[in-house]
């Protein structure tokens, strides 16, 4: 069977009069995150990591911050699209293993809600999507909640012949 791996990763800057989502997941917070889309971070890092592991580029090649289109853009809706393109090329999500690194708010309460969002707009299992929080321990920008950060790993599986898909960027 062949495989292809990516890694992804994103970083957003905490505002006030945002709303925070992650993984699609409204989350009850002071501030949200600044950014063109709805700025969901851990839907962007996993999208950079499915594009990555076929060598599609990135998130920006397809949905330009400069577009008027994008803005406030549902991430999921992108994410969407993003599986649509592997997908057509004959490829599966194996799994997603993604690490969320924020000081404030505490993630326990929200994870299971997030890991069954983001498999709900993927059309996998959720024990397909592993979502884990951890902080900076005060260090930095994530640390002093000026900021939040993801890393997200994605396996891709081949579905079928990869000989009869052509790598388009």
């Known amino acids: 069977m062949s495989f292809r791996i990516g890694q992804g990763y994103d970083i957003h800057r905490l505002?006030?009069?945002?709303?925070?989502?992650?993984?699609?997941?409204?989350i009850e917070h002071s501030k949200g995150l600044l950014g063109h889309s709805d700025a969901?971070?851990?839907t962007h890092a996993i999208m950079d990591a499915m594009l990555g592991a076929l060598a599609l580029g990135d998130i920006g090649h397809y949905f330009p911050p400069t577009e008027?289109?994008?803005?406030g853009a549902n991430?999921?809706?992108?994410l969407q699209q993003v599986?649509?393109?592997?997908?057509d090329r004959g490829w599966i999500i194996g799994n997603i293993d993604s690490s969320i690194i924020a000081e404030q708010p505490k993630l326990k309460p929200h994870i299971?809600?997030?890991?069954?969002?983001?498999?709900?707009?993927?059309?996998?299992?959720?024990?397909?999507?592993?979502?884990k929080a951890r902080t900076n321990?005060?260090?930095?920008?994530?640390g002093n909640q000026e900021a939040i950060a993801v890393h997200a790993i994605v396996l891709l599986t081949q579905s079928k012949s990869g000989s009869e898909y052509i790598n388009e960027t």
């Open 40 to 42: 969901d971070v851990l």
């Open 112 to 131: 299971q809600s997030i890991r069954h969002s983001l498999a709900e707009a993927l059309s996998i299992n959720p024990d397909q999507v592993s979502v």
């Open 68 to 71: 008027p289109e994008w803005q």
């Open 75 to 78: 991430s999921l809706k992108l």
């Open 137 to 142: 321990e005060g260090v930095d920008a994530i």
């Open 15 to 26: 505002v006030s009069d945002r709303a925070l989502i992650l993984g699609g997941v409204t």
């Open 83 to 87: 599986h649509k393109l592997i997908s």
